[in-house]
């Protein structure tokens, strides 16, 4: 049970000229599934010239075509376990569920069971007949909040496309470390860490990554913020946020340093410091649903934690601004 890093290139010969991109590659890499190559076409780990484009691209010769991708093996997609999450709505077609702090989505490494994925099965069996379970973007183990999940056939290939099309808005609120005067756009590109296999970083042959930052609330030393991805990289908000010297809390791979004010409330020191996962929500999450075209809205109330984490730095504020 392990993740493979698929890195490869190749330029497509002329004997496969006027076939599908997908099928194409399925006959150059007959170790790939074509399955899996349609997924990495889709969420942008497979490029052609340097650009998205779509499976059923028909090929023309000579492209130049780049896989930079994870492969999960031998991992149990299917156990059922009782795993914690709050569902939000369900129909025929799919799921949206509040996913607490501290539950990895789907199995990997050292996370073959209790996943989203293993109680979403146990709450819905015929999950298992979905690719990925239903699974169409994710959220880190310690990032909570609001997620979609596919339960048709339908359903999932036109929701993994309009995640690749930026169909589906989703809004964040984090909170970090240092103080955010002004709304800020970063627009670098991220990409695997050439130390670290575990993390990312902005790199200039990354794939785009865009977020926009907007403060909501500016304490002594830390902010609330609103983030706004246009783009859905693999720790996106917390490598932007690391890129502008303003780590969300507690993430101390990406740069948090547990920063307090001078003169802190003791309760503020304390929170701090044992505030051990990064201080980030997916808040809402919005779509045309793919089946009945009808617009969809959810909201995730904010977790304990970080209600905690806010009030007890209002009223640091507040106490330094009365003595």
């Known amino acids: 049970m392990e993740i493979e890093y698929i890195e490869r290139e190749l330029t497509l010969p002329e004997e496969c000229i006027g076939l599908r991109l997908d099928r194409a590659l399925a006959m150059l890499w007959p170790d790939l599934s074509r399955s899996k190559i349609h997924d990495w076409i889709l969420d942008n780990s497979l490029q052609v010239n340097g650009a998205q484009t779509k499976p059923s691209y028909r090929v023309r010769g000579s492209e130049h075509v780049r896989i930079n991708a994870e492969l999960t093996v031998g991992l149990d997609w299917e156990s059922q376990k009782e795993v914690p999450f ?15 702090a501290g539950v990895v989505t789907h199995p990997g490494p050292g996370h073959e069971t209790n996943t989203l994925v293993n109680g979403l099965i146990s709450h819905r069996s015929e999950l298992v007949r979905l690719p990925r379970a239903g699974i169409v973007h994710r959220l880190d183990r310690d990032t909570s909040g609001i997620m979609v999940v596919a339960a048709s056939t339908a359903s999932c290939s036109q929701l993994t496309e309009m995640i690749a099309r930026r169909e589906i808005s989703r809004h964040y609120v984090c909170v970090l470390e240092g103080v955010m005067t002004q709304a800020t756009v970063v627009e670098s590109a991220i990409g695997r860490h050439v130390k670290d296999r575990t993390k990312q970083q902005i790199r200039p042959d990354g794939k785009p990554a865009r977020t926009e930052f907007r403060p909501l609330e ?10 706004l991805l246009d783009t859905g990289r693999t720790h996106q908000i917390r490598v932007h946020a ?9 993430d101390v791979n990406y740069g948090a340093q547990g920063r307090l004010p001078s003169t802190p409330l003791p309760d503020l020191a304390e929170m701090i410091r044992e505030f051990t996962r990064q201080a980030l929500h997916a808040k809402s999450l919005a779509f045309v649903h793919p089946i009945t075209k009808l617009k969809q809205r959810f909201t995730a109330e904010i977790p304990q934690d970080m209600q905690e984490l806010l009030a007890v730095l209002r009223r640091d504020s507040v106490e330094f601004l009365c003595d």
């Open 86 to 100: 709050t569902l939000l709505f369900e129909d025929e077609h799919l799921l949206v569920v509040n996913k607490p």
């Open 242 to 250: 690391n890129s502008l010297s303003l780590p969300l809390v507690g």
């Open 218 to 227: 500016q304490f002594r030393s830390h902010t609330y913020a609103q983030a």
